[in-house]
């Protein structure tokens, strides 16, 4: 059944909270079964995540992206090297890893230091590899409609919004946020005629966000600010996806800190439709995304 969203001024009930979890294993259970399927032709799909430096956050995403690997039962060459590691030492790696046909994918994760300049980086490794999907080739393509890896963190929005049953097509769409990684493919995705919505790119420039989410079937929020989206900004019905990860300091946790997305959960969940929790929602699509690129790209090597 496709559930529309946006369903106006009759809508009463408390949001479907979109299980981004349940999702992502399910995908990943499937792509654990391509995956055996391909080694037993002989592939082993292979990943190398570059971590520079130590940053936690960083640090805790690779150890994801890692576990997920080891599930699917996927290569593992990723390398942590020092945050002083030089632009030249890191290009060097790169290019041996584009050399190695072994390795199906690179990922370098972001942020680098700030001695490292990101674009050249990032445009140095082989877009076959980049799983990333942040290669101007790639994004290029994206624009075009070619078949190219997407973006895992868009590519994971819209699996989930189908997943749900939740009506792109004709949908007015406002994406908050405007990066390279999140809000610009996200905004380019939703437009193509696969999902077909209408869709508003919004950032700091805007004027009056309210009105503009106000009259959204779909809001997504990538801004990384608790807080952008409160529930007067949110029409009754609306299906709302946080992209947000915040950490706020908290003396309560362990870690002296919880993650928080960047819509005010608990009041939005009242108005809208369907709506992702933080965490639990849109992250864990992510990794599957990733691994997807992963499979694909090995995939496509047995076919040359
Ligand atoms: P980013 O590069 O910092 O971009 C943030 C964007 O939001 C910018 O375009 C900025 O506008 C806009 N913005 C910020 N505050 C705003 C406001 N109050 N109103 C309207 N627009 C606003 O961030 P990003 O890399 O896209 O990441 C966004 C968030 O998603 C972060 O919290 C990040 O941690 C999270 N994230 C999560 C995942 C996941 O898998 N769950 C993946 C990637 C990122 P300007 O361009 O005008 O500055």
Do not use: W
Not at 278 to 290: D, F, H, N, R
């Amino acid at each position: 059944m496709i559930k529309r969203c946006g369903s106006g001024a009759g809508y009463t009930m408390s949001a479907v909270i979109i299980d981004g979890k349940k999702t992502a294993a399910e995908i990943r259970e499937r792509i654990a079964s391509r995956t055996a399927e391909l080694k037993a032709g002989g592939v082993v799909p292979c990943l190398a995540v570059i971590l520079v430096g130590n940053d936690p956050a960083s640090l805790s995403y690779v150890r994801a992206k890692r576990n997920a690997l080891s599930e699917a039962g996927m290569n593992d060459r990723s390398v942590q090297l020092p945050e002083n590691t030089s632009e030249a030492e890191l290009l060097s790696l790169i290019g041996e890893l584009n050399r190695d046909e072994s390795v199906h994918g690179i990922l370098v994760q972001l942020p680098l230091p700030k001695h490292i300049d990101e674009r050249k980086i990032l445009f140095a490794i082989s877009p076959e590899k980049d799983v990333d999907g942040f290669h101007p080739v790639n994004i290029g393509k994206l624009v075009i409609g070619c078949d190219a890896p997407l973006p895992c963190t868009p590519h994971g929005i819209v699996v989930l919004l189908k997943s749900m049953h939740i009506e792109t097509s004709g949908a007015r769409a406002v994406v908050v946020g405007r990066s390279n990684i999140v809000g610009k493919p996200l905004a380019l995705l939703l437009s193509r005629k696969d999902c077909n919505a209408t869709v508003t790119l919004c950032h700091t420039g805007t004027k009056d966000l309210k009105s503009i989410t106000k009259d959204a079937d779909i809001v997504v929020s990538a801004a990384g600010m608790p807080h952008t989206i409160r529930a007067d900004m949110v029409k009754k019905g609306a299906a709302v996806i946080d992209v947000g990860v915040n950490r706020i300091p908290d003396a309560s946790k362990k870690s002296g800190f919880r993650l928080t997305g960047d819509v005010d959960f608990d009041a939005v969940k009242e108005v809208a439709s369907y709506i992702t929790p933080v965490p639990g929602g849109v992250g864990p699509m992510t990794i599957a995304m990733l691994m997807q690129n992963t499979l694909e790209a090995a995939e496509r090597t047995r076919e040359c």
